[in-house]
């Protein structure tokens, strides 16, 4: 029920739409830069290095993968949203939700259905959006491993904003306040580097550890770490957690 919902809805294929896009469009932008310095250093031979070296210096993780990464890593925080905004807050706004909470369905099966549907669109979204970069990287014969891992890091990325979407949804019946939080929420969470000059080393640290882009951001070197990736997954598990409260206190009021 759940994802046909999601997929009669016009907002899945709008954001499945402007993601790819956005992917797209940024990944091969970077790719043109790469290559647009790959021609001059060929034609003009300059600083000395033979016309069919590479400078060091010029490659794909600094040139194309790292920016990408960290310019998809804040653009995914506004699309996402909107799919999870509907998730809960329709349903209490319907009074759906009663229906779900009296039925025979427990609080914990409601919650992972809605949460695998989810989690299922954004590793389908990523998916869309990164088949044209993936036909690039594998008719160019560049770094596919590495963009496996941009693609892993990236799917990652939208389940921890994906949870926390869930959880604004779970406490309000208005989608566009559901939204607005996730934003707000998930832009204060990705990154307290800013932070840093007032806070103690070891309070530092701790708000490091805490935050998206740190573990995000790792992938983009083309590092899979188990504790990055057990990051999103606890992240995604709390979550849970939270809205299977939201759903027992409705359930005891109802």
């Not at 992917?23 to 091969?28: A, G, K, V």
Request: aromatic letters at 12%.
């Amino acid at each position: 029920k759940e994802a046909e919902i999601l997929f009669t809805s016009p907002i899945a294929y709008f954001v499945l739409t402007m993601v790819a896009l956005i992917t797209s469009i940024t990944f091969f932008e970077h790719l043109r830069l790469y290559n647009q310095e790959l021609f001059l250093y060929s034609s003009s031979n300059m600083g000395g290095f033979e016309t069919d070296t590479i400078p060091d210096y010029i490659n794909l993780r600094d040139t194309v993968f790292l920016p990408v990464m960290e310019q998809l890593g804040v653009l995914i925080l506004l699309p996402i949203p909107l799919v999870t905004m509907r998730v809960f807050a329709e349903e209490r706004t319907l009074g759906t939700d009663e229906l779900l909470l009296t039925s025979l369905l427990t609080p914990g099966r409601i919650v992972a259905g809605k949460f695998a549907v989810t989690f299922g669109f954004i590793v389908l979204m990523m998916t869309v959006a990164f088949i044209y970069p993936t036909t690039a990287v594998v008719s160019g014969g560049l770094g596919l491993q590495h963009l496996l891992a941009v693609y892993l890091g990236t799917v990652m990325l939208g389940i921890g904003i994906a949870s926390i979407g869930l959880v604004c949804s779970a406490f309000t019946d208005s989608q566009v306040v559901a939204a607005a939080a996730t934003v707000a929420v998930n832009y204060l969470v990705y990154d307290f580097s800013w932070m840093f000059g007032f806070l103690s080393e070891k309070v530092s640290r701790v708000l490091d550890e805490a935050s998206l882009h740190p573990h995000f951001g790792r992938f983009s070197e083309g590092l899979v770490s188990i504790s990055d990736i057990g990051y999103f997954v606890a992240l995604a598990l709390v979550g849970a957690g939270i809205v299977r409260f939201a759903l027992d206190l409705r359930r005891a009021g109802a």
